[in-house]
């Protein structure tokens, strides 16, 4: 993306500058929402994990932050989940990888489910071409291999990392729905804010554009980046070149989606992962 000839940083930052981005006022409200971003994140693991053993919000801040430091360079950040799971004892490791992965499935969970919502009402206003047969035929054959799979894991004693699929399926339908709402509602209240991030940027840019119609866009970019395999440096590639894409058809020009794509890019992962390299340089294995 740097080397794109529409996005330079020079170029990002006078244009950042003329539409008033480092503003004071600017500045502190991108900071609020993105410490409610990173405050539900927080209180959402807290709660996850509070049927094995009750953190306190400072606990789960560093696993969180730490956790997030540590698996900056591993693909879709898998790193994640040995990173938290090493804030425990040994025998609370296994179950702490399974809350980890259900945390991740509650919020791929609203983004599918917001995407695709917003993908159907992107089709309807939006001149995109598709073909919708082989969109049928590539559903069904992933329908059919997704059942397959499944069929064969419960029938067979394959394992990954000493996770079998029938002890991760017994593990998420029997953990406490009670601690599964309050997953689901953290992460909605996550995907609210960080989705209004991107519509406030769109208005700082000078944007003149509803709430209802960036969402539509907004949940639509979200759903195709967040099932394409990518890493921490490679992240803001992806979503800058699909973003790109999607707001080209409502007449958004590239440095403005790019400019807005990098500040979200720094404000989320950049500025977080700043603060959890703190935890990480000061981290002590738990005591048995």
Do not use: H
Request: with cysteine.
């Amino acid at each position: 993306m740097t080397k794109n000839t529409d996005f330079d940083y020079p170029i990002f930052f006078d244009f950042s500058n003329k539409n008033n981005l480092f503003s004071i006022k600017t500045m502190i409200f991108l900071l609020i929402l993105t410490g409610f971003n990173w405050f539900f994140e927080i209180l959402k693991w807290q709660k996850l994990t509070a049927s094995i053993k009750r953190n306190s919000f400072k606990d789960a801040l560093e696993q969180s932050l730490g956790s997030l430091t540590a698996s900056l360079f591993t693909p879709n950040r898998i790193g994640e989940y040995g990173a938290k799971a090493i804030y425990y004892t040994k025998g609370y490791r296994k179950r702490i990888m399974l809350i980890n992965l259900l945390s991740n499935i509650l919020q791929m969970g609203i983004t599918c489910i917001l995407g695709v919502i917003g993908f159907s009402f992107f089709i309807s206003k939006y001149p995109i071409s598709i073909n919708y047969s082989k969109i049928l035929l590539v559903s069904l054959f992933s329908v059919f291999l997704i059942a397959f799979t499944t069929f064969i894991l419960s029938k067979t004693k394959f394992n990954i990392k000493g996770f079998s699929f029938e002890k991760i399926k017994t593990f998420i339908l029997n953990y406490p729905k009670k601690l599964i709402v309050y997953g689901f509602c953290f992460s909605l209240l996550r995907y609210a804010f960080f989705s209004f991030q991107f519509y406030y940027l769109l208005t700082v840019f000078g944007i003149n554009i509803s709430y209802l119609q960036a969402m539509i866009v907004i949940s639509t970019m979200y759903l195709f980046t967040s099932i394409m395999p990518s890493i921490f440096i490679f992240d803001v590639v992806i979503k800058g070149s699909v973003a790109v894409y999607l707001f080209s058809l409502l007449g958004i020009n590239t440095l403005t989606v790019l400019s807005i794509i990098t500040v979200m890019w720094f404000f989320n992962f950049v500025l977080p992962s700043i603060i959890g390299s703190y935890f990480v340089l000061n981290f002590n294995f738990p005591k048995d």
